[in-house]
């Protein structure tokens, strides 16, 4: 008998915490963590310096570089980019390569391919919607633009203002939500899990339960 694959799919703004909540969902269910918004960082530092506009230009430095996302840090082309990716020029930029089509059915496709024959859980903006639309659970995380600010702050060491902070984040659910192209949205069936008040334990818990629920059920 063959070994049946669970998909995890998880969505949600920037400083949510889907990441994070992510990668622990995946440690303890020992599933394969994919986290698509690294790949579409990687790729915005590969194309920082090239015009846009230049569609095939675009096409060629996505054939030419390479991404390696692990559980714990991004790689292009073998290098360790990692701080870099998680700077605040870099998100902006990954949100706008995130509106080119050439992007978006590269990262897809790939991103689909990695999850395709293993057991995953999968976090990103359009991962309920578009790369795992028959994924066994969906989820879309939340949280209030402060508390999401805040926990952006933490974890860039309170280098950078609490208030550009938050107004980054706010400048980045605009684009993300307004895009032509796979715009974030909560997907139907997606969970809503308010992340807001609820610590780091009971978030992935809820997470967890919501999935043994589904996996009893055989849905």
């Not at 063959?2 to 303890?28: H, L, N, W, Y």
């Not at 203002?161 to 032509?180: F, G």
């Amino acid at each position: 008998m063959s070994k049946k694959i669970f998909q995890i799919a998880i969505d949600g703004p920037g400083g949510a915490g889907k990441s994070t909540i992510a990668q622990e969902v995946a440690k303890r269910l020992k599933f394969l963590f994919i986290n698509t918004g690294g790949m579409y960082r990687c790729y915005a530092i590969a194309l920082k310096n090239t015009n846009l506009t230049n569609i095939n230009l675009v096409k060629t430095v996505l054939n030419n570089n390479k991404v390696t996302i692990t559980p714990n840090r991004l790689f292009l082309n073998d290098k360790d980019v990692t701080k870099e990716c998680y700077t605040a020029p870099i998100a902006m930029l990954a949100s706008k390569i995130g509106t080119i089509p050439a992007v978006r059915e590269k990262c897809v496709k790939d991103q689909q391919e990695i999850a395709r024959g293993q057991s995953c859980v999968m976090e990103g903006r359009d991962t309920t919607t578009v790369v795992l639309p028959n994924a066994t659970l969906k989820i879309f995380l939340t949280a209030s633009l402060q508390t999401r600010a805040k926990r952006r702050w933490l974890q860039n060491n309170k280098v950078e203002a609490l208030e550009q902070i938050k107004k980054d984040l706010k400048l980045r659910d605009y684009q993300d939500s307004h895009r032509a192209i796979a715009p974030l949205i909560k997907a139907l069936d997606a969970i809503v899990i308010d992340t807001d008040n609820k610590s780091f334990e009971q978030n992935v818990q809820q997470v967890i339960r919501a999935f043994r629920l589904k996996e009893a059920l055989g849905v």
